[in-house]
């Protein structure tokens, strides 16, 4: 599910099968990004399994911050760009349970 317009293309099983033999090069990388993928999928069936909301939560903050964030003062700060119902379509729950979990996390310091 696509979280803004998004625009497809199509391409047929035999022309990828065609072009993934007349580029080894561009097969090989292809490969890679799918096991990349299974992977991550791999560990978000294990993270939505095994933490509470709270947890899924705390790592996907520390994902963020890993990829956008910045250090002030001895801490990572960076802007929270998704909303709370994209976060709970990452995370699992509900956006009301994300809502509570987020101000749980707020009042921690």
């Known amino acids: 599910m696509a979280e803004e317009d998004t625009n497809t293309l199509f391409i047929g099983k035999r022309d990828m099968c065609q072009f993934c033999l007349d580029h080894p090069t561009f097969m090989f990388k ?10 991550r999928h791999a560990q978000m069936v294990e993270i939505l399994s095994f933490h509470e909301v ?8 520390l994902a963020r911050a890993q990829l956008v964030g910045a ?22 729950p509900v956006w009301d349970v994300v809502s509570r979990a987020l101000t749980r ?5």
């Open 30 to 39: 292809a490969l890679k990004l799918m096991a990349a993928r299974v992977r």
């Open 54 to 61: 709270g947890q899924r939560l705390a790592l996907l903050l």
């Open 71 to 92: 250090p002030v003062s001895g801490r990572t700060s960076f802007q929270l760009s998704l909303p709370n119902h994209q976060i709970a379509t990452r995370i699992g």
């Open 105 to 109: 996390l707020q009042h921690m310091d």
